[in-house]
């Protein structure tokens, strides 16, 4: 949550800032803000989005070869001009930004105020930010060293970037709990909450590690840890290309999005699956696969999409592994005291690599000796380092909020996880691994059919977009992708949708039906499909409107639908690979039809680095 960019060189910092936000937003868009060094500290910061911020210079001095520059996702303060960042210091001498949060501010602020200082934001960030400032006041002592001080008493999770008057093109930079990467360039630096702002300028880029400090010049960037070592930054080369982070001529991220599937699920299957010779390659796997094969269970750790790709995998390393996988949201098993027993291996899901609640989860299963796997997008990211091994998800950088083509990324690595270990272990005939390995060789061309006829979900999109509730039911392995469906709706269209295993709909949502409520099945033909088809017969009954996705040829369950979404014909186990794609679809054209804006849905953000 929250984005942050600076910039130190020789060319004018406000566009390469600006131009970076704009990339960032989607980890918050409440508010947005510059400092810039141009002869003494120049602070521009508006509420709302980084565009109202352009509005707001127009006409001001915004020159300068050093700056810092935020776009916000709200915590402490309701999102106003005054809460934006960049925060000046009391004496002016310094400004500041910060993604995180500063738990112990509190206590910090209350010994500020007996010293009499005073606050123009309610936010944390001010609070330290005054609390380093009286530090360097008192003491007499570099910014450096103010930092140092300040940083041993703060608990919470911080990037804090600084600028200081009596130092025009110097950013100091520290991190502890959110991401921070460094741009190399020649007589220049960069820095980012990701790579994105600095991808045109330099590939060479250095992860900042948690209780590591930074101090970046045009021609010098010394690293160093919190007792004042100095440390060997690690320089390394990034393979994203600028066209991966821009729309390419679709209308928003997300379509982009979906749209890539065919390709992203590919290149997540390349070099990893050999259909042909019986073969997966998952390093991560083979070197952990004496501890994996004798585990007595999977913990699935993650949050929200990602824990539906997890709840998804259950069901595929039961069948294939006979291995009991449990499925937790890592935001209450970090603090439930889970009974964990060394040997236990836990994977760990994410898309962005730094959501708080999974990194803390995995922290403390490690410590108490369990083998951690990540599925994670992005590459270099705190639970890409933190775990013992994994495999990346390599769709590439996804930055519609509303999380598309990393789902069914994170679902072909689990698959092929899964397949890998049953043939570790022993437990699934040969013949039913190798017809699953061609399916899932298959998948991405299926899901390029999918995508070739949208006209169908469109116009169900605009039959629907005035509706006030969905409901979404699934059964097995349909089951999660009713509950993503539901997800996708409600979080860029804010219409109110629930998902269900299809079967519990006569323990209590059945009540919910009238003539007026869209439920979305998901009906493939699997094991289950008669019973489904019972359950469409039972909305039906009561006057339900019936949305389906159905298996190409399925008459029976075409002819029980209002509405039918077709995919192809695949076998159960990866049938989510296809029917999620309809309904992120779905829930796209309806968000567009009721205008939101779906690739910044309202109060959310791409990567949740808050707890
Ligand atoms: C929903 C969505 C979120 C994320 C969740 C976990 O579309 O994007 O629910 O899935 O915040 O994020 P990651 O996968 O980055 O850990």
Known sequence: MCGIVGYTGYRDAFPVVVKGLKRLEYRGYDSAGIALHNQSLQVYKKMGKVADLEEHVVGKNIAGRTGIGHTRWATHGEPSDRNAHPHLSASGKLAMIHNGIIENYNQLKQELLQKGYQFISDTDTEVLLNFIDEIKENNHCSLEEAVRIALKRVTGAYVILLIE????????????????????????????????????????????????????????????????????????????????????????????????????????????????????????????????????????????????AGLTAEYIFEECCRINVEVEYASEFRYRNPVIHPGDVIIAISQSGETADTLVAIENAKAKGAI????????????????????????????????????????????????????LRGTMPAERISYLLSELEEIPGKVQ???????????????????????????????????????????????????????????????????????????????YHEKVISNMQEIKARKGKVIAVVSEGDETAISLSESAMIVPVCDEMLAPLLTVIPLQLLAYYIGVARGCDVDKPRNLAKSVTVE
């Open 165 to 308: 008057q009596d130092n025009p093109d110097t950013i100091l930079a520290a991190r502890k709990g959110s991401p921070l990467v460094i741009g190399v360039g020649k007589g220049e630096h960069f820095l980012g909450s990701d790579a994105s702002p600095m991808l045109e300028y330099t590939k060479e880029v250095v992860y900042v590690n948690d209780y590591e400090l930074a101090i970046i010049r045009p021609d010098e960037l010394i690293l160093k840890n919190l007792g004042n070592e100095v440390l060997t930054p690690y320089v390394q080369k990034l393979d994203i290309e600028l066209a991966a982070i821009e729309k390419g001529g679709f209308d928003h991220f997300m379509l982009k999005e979906i749209f890539e599937q065919p390709q992203t699920i590919y290149d997540c299957l390349r070099g990893r699956l050999d259909a042909q010779k019986n073969k997966i390659t998952l390093s991560g796997i083979e070197q952990y696969a004496k501890e994996i094969c004798s585990a007595n269970r999977i913990i699935m750790v993650a949050c929200g999409t990602s824990w539906h």
């Open 372 to 423: 951690i796997l990540g599925v994670v997008n992005v590459v270099g990211s705190s639970i890409a380092r933190i775990s013992h091994a994994g495999a990346y998800t390599h769709a590439g950088p996804e930055i519609g909020v509303a999380s598309t083509k990393a789902f069914t990324a994170q679902l072909a690595v689990l698959s092929m996880m899964a397949l890998k270990i049953a043939q």
């Open 449 to 527: 059919q999918i995508l070739n006829d949208i006209a169908p979900i469109q116009s169900i999109a605009e039959k629907y977009a005035a509706a006030r509730d969905f409901l979404y039911l699934g059964r097995g392995y349909n089951f999660p992708v009713a509950l993503e469906g539901a997800l996708k709706l409600k979080e860029i269209s804010y219409i109110h949708a629930e998902g269900y295993p299809a079967a519990e709909m006569k323990h209590g949502p059945i009540a919910l039906v009238d003539d007026q409520l869209p439920v979305v099945f998901v009906a493939t033909r699997d094991s």
